[in-house]
């Protein structure tokens, strides 16, 4: 019984840790897409939690059939996180400030009328599920390394641990949605280039620490 609390205990403080890329990940995209309904935030939410529910569990396997691949390739995991952040934030940057040019200029190739409203636009875009993957993969991407820590589990365990930290990752990321789009609307046609900038910045915040092992 004890095992059983601590594997719990444990897991939910893992969840807790490898969700935080995660949640600023959704609190930028709740400022992307203000108008984001309960259902979809339901839906995003379970997308990185799917990834962090699958990257432990992969790490595993790779520990204990492939760990010379696994140790030659976890290096390159900082590297990978900023580059799939960057890129992300970059996009949405660029398309804030296509947004904000056409709120200034009064021409948008969007807008056939030249009359767009930049909240309404704001509030009509949503992230694709393409790269609502890539965030996916860029977040949890750091997660392969917790099977080193939990090598020592069986099977079982590692699906159980892997399944707390899903659940705990989709709970703060519903949380940093709501957050998200309670404060997006509040920044209207700013609202994608500070997401871009949060993802831009998450980026670099995964790649140093990783580089410094910090």
């Known amino acids: 019984m004890n095992g059983i609390i601590i594997l719990i205990f444990n897991s939910i403080l893992l969840g807790f840790g490898l969700a935080m890329d995660a949640f600023s990940v959704s609190l930028a995209n709740g400022f992307a897409e203000p108008s984001m309904k309960k259902g979809r935030m339901v839906y995003i939410s379970g997308i990185y ?124 990321c519903f949380a940093g949605l709501l957050l998200g789009t309670r404060f997006g609307t509040r920044l209207a046609g700013n609202a994608k280039i500070v997401g871009g900038i949060i993802l831009i910045a998450i980026g670099i915040e995964i790649c140093v620490k990783g580089v410094l092992g910090l």
């Open 49 to 172: 939690a799917a990834f962090q529910f699958a990257m432990p569990v992969i790490g595993w396997f790779l520990v204990h059939f492939a760990v010379t691949f696994f140790s030659g390739f976890q290096k390159f995991i900082p590297f990978i996180a900023l580059i799939l952040l960057a890129f992300i934030g970059g996009k949405m940057v660029i398309e804030g400030l296509k947004s904000r040019k056409c709120q200034n200029n009064g021409v948008c190739e969007n807008c056939p009328n030249n009359d767009c409203d930049i909240r309404e636009e704001v509030g009509k875009s949503e992230i694709s599920t393409k790269l609502l993957m890539i965030q996916g993969i860029a977040t949890s991407i750091d997660a392969l390394s917790v099977g080193f820590t939990i090598e020592g589990y069986s099977i079982l365990m590692v699906f159980v641990s892997a399944l707390i930290i899903g659940v705990v990752t989709h709970i703060i």
